[in-house]
T-cell receptor
């Protein structure tokens, strides 16, 4: 079974631009979560989508948004990029079903975003 | 904020058991203990989780104290490939994951 894939793997943008990152979950998984990882703040939860609906949300400004499609693929968008948005953005998928036999999250390799 | 406390770093000799402690004194009755690890430059990897009973799988064992206020992850025969940051997390199943700083485990040859 193929793992979680994220595209692109690396991205360089300039301040003020916007960016869209893509995540394809493991086949059959309906939940996709996004995380931001920086050296200073560590791993921080952005949001989670389950069956095309946002189910959980972290403490990030409105410039960070996401969506999920009917095939469970997800995208996250960051508008008006700031230098501090430089980070590794990780996507994780899970079955999303509470009480299911395997509800752990499977992480992708991440997209490394550099904002200049 | 993370609900767990872990040592910042630990060393373990290759081939020995690595015992990683975690304190979660405010854990609620419906919260599970999860362990993930992150090898450098990779996404986190699920290891194991449990509610109150001890658990074992092909990667590790999880020992949870009877009062559930602390737990220990045991890697029975550590190898150099186990060098990573290990995160102990408590959460209700299907809730968001709040990562703390984790424990940086160094396996020494």
């Amino acid at each position: 079974k193929a793992g979680v894939t994220q595209t692109p793997r690396y991205l360089i943008k300039t301040r003020g631009q916007q960016v869209t990152l893509s995540c394809s979950p493991i086949s059959g998984h309906r939940s996709v979560s996004w995380y931001q990882q920086t050296p200073g703040q560590g791993l921080q939860f952005l949001f989670e989508y389950f069956s095309e609906t946002q189910r959980n949300k972290g403490n990030f400004p409105g410039r960070f948004s996401g969506r999920q499609f009917s095939n469970s693929r997800s995208e996250m968008n960051v508008s008006t990029l700031e230098l501090g948005d430089s980070a590794l953005y990780l996507c994780a998928s899970s079955s999303g079903v509470a009480g299911g036999p395997r509800d752990e999250q499977f992480f992708g390799p991440g997209t490394r975003l550099t904002v200049l | 904020d993370a609900k767990t406390t872990q040592p910042t770093s630990m060393d373990c000799a290759e081939g020995r058991a690595a015992n990683l402690p975690c304190n979660h004194s405010t854990i609620s009755g419906n919260e599970y203990v999860y362990w993930y690890r992150q090898i450098h430059s990779q996404g986190p990897q699920y290891i194991i989780h449990g509610l109150k009973n001890n658990e074992t799988n092909e990667m590790a064992s999880l020992i949870i104290t009877e009062d559930r206020k602390s737990s220990t992850l045991i890697l029975p025969h550590a190898t150099l490939r186990d060098t990573a940051v290990y995160y102990c997390i408590v959460r209700v199943r299907d809730d968001k994951i709040i990562f703390g700083k984790g424990t940086r485990l160094h396996i020494l040859p």
